[in-house]
């Protein structure tokens, strides 16, 4: 068995990642209070400033991955993602209007959309047999500085202010593009993403089906934890350290559980494990509704990052389990795609709800949204063709090849 070599250059690559994250998610605890706060924002205008992040996403994710795979030069897009944080920070810091917030959280999702890419790069400098492991631990990196900015920006914001969670976020990315000049190109043989041409693509219902719940779950995320969570905690009087107490709640669960999904989880109950987290998403939001005392609020967020673990590793996992080895990038590609959706249109919709029915109603109709897609879930996953192999690496068929 083949051991993890860590050479330098993945520990610099590795530290350029959490930078990346953080420069991204620093402000994200109070942003909505701050979307919500420009000159002439409503509680609706708030929700399509926040949806923007997602709008680029679902629109370039796709784009991106072709153009990579063409030009075969990845290493740009880990420039042009740091530097996108860093001109949506920048950005964020100069307008005070709603439509130039909206333009620079857009600017944000375009460095999110090189996630994917960088992803792939980074598994590039490990051998083909170590990829889950690569894989595995790219994505810990990731939402381990999701957490930990999130904590940090609550406390930046009390202290110094809400700006300065933007300008810490410049800072980060600075950081970030200083030190991407230090990651050498690897010499391990090359992961890529072969596209081959042996059959042609057909789309599935499950795989339409198990995205659809995917983006149910994105819906309800984006339009609760970050979106209109902190705007109803800051209506109760939370400071911006509790703000960011809340975000990081949500994302400790979610490592936790996504981990223990990922490793200790048997096969036999990841259809079970999606069903389940999808419906304690929905009784995470309508906790909200029956008790708005922060403890509780709280606890919604622990519960809701339970959801989070046990539904979404295991639907990305399941939306290219049945697919063909030279497929599956295109059927991930479909699967990014429409979960995209729902990051766009859960902050879109739950702010003409809260426009129209006030701040409350934006989590009753999430948990109705996350009760009612159940039946939908639960025949999509039924209709599942079989598949020989549960367990296989998201997004991509990798291939090595030398240089």
């Known amino acids: 068995m083949k051991r993890l070599k860590i050479s330098p250059s993945l520990i610099w690559f590795s530290v350029v990642i959490f930078l990346f994250w953080a420069s991204l998610y620093v402000y994200v605890p109070i942003f909505p209070v701050h979307a919500s706060s420009l000159s002439g924002a409503t509680l609706g205008t708030a929700g399509l400033v926040i949806s923007m992040y997602g709008l680029s996403q679902l629109i370039l994710r796709i784009p991106f991955g072709v153009v990579s795979d063409r030009l075969n030069k ?62 595995s631990l790219v994505v810990f990196i990731a939402v381990f500085a999701q957490m930990v900015a999130t904590m940090a920006g609550g406390v930046i914001a009390g202290t110094f202010g809400n700006q300065a969670t933007f300008y810490s976020a410049v800072i980060f990315a600075i950081l970030a593009l200083i030190l991407i000049p230090l990651i050498r190109r690897s010499d391990s043989p090359k992961i890529t993403v072969q596209f081959e041409e042996k059959t042609k693509f057909k789309l599935q219902w ?50 936790a559980t996504s981990l223990a999904v990922s490793f200790l989880m048997p096969a036999k109950f990841e ?7 999808i419906a304690i998403l929905g009784v995470a939001s309508f906790l909200v509704v029956a008790d708005t005392r922060m403890t509780t609020i709280f606890i919604s967020r622990l519960l809701h990052g339970l959801g989070h673990g046990l539904s979404y590793p295991v639907l990305m996992g399941l939306a290219i389990k049945p697919i063909q080895n030279h497929h599956r990038a295109t059927a991930m590609g479909i699967f990014q795609a429409i979960y995209a959706l729902g990051m766009f249109a859960g902050p879109a919709a739950s702010g003409w709800i809260s426009n129209q029915a006030g701040l409350m109603a934006v989590f009753s109709s999430s948990g109705w949204i996350a009760l009612s897609a ?7 996953l039924r209709l599942m063709p079989a598949a020989e192999s549960a367990r296989m690496v998201p997004a991509v068929e990798i291939k090595a090849s030398k240089g």
Do not use: C, D, H, N
């Open 74 to 135: 990845r290493e740009i897009f880990v420039y042009l993602g740091v530097i996108a944080s860093g001109i949506a920070a920048v950005g964020l810091i100069l307008t005070q209007s709603v439509q130039g917030a909206a333009l620079f959280r857009g600017v944000s999702g375009i460095a999110a959309a090189t996630w994917v890419i960088i992803s792939i790069l980074f598994a590039s400098y490990f051998p083909q047999s170590l990829t889950v492991k690569a894989t």
């Open 271 to 277: 259809k079970v494990s999606a069903l389940t987290g």
């Open 206 to 255: 499950s795989l339409v089906a198990i995205s659809l719940a995917a983006a149910v779950g994105q819906f309800i995320t984006y339009a609760t934890t970050y979106g209109y969570i902190p705007i109803l905690a800051k209506q109760l009087g939370a400071t911006s350290s509790e703000l960011g107490w809340l975000t990081a709640a949500m994302q400790f669960a979610y490592m």
């Open 374 to 380: 159940l039946p939908i879930i639960f025949i999509g």
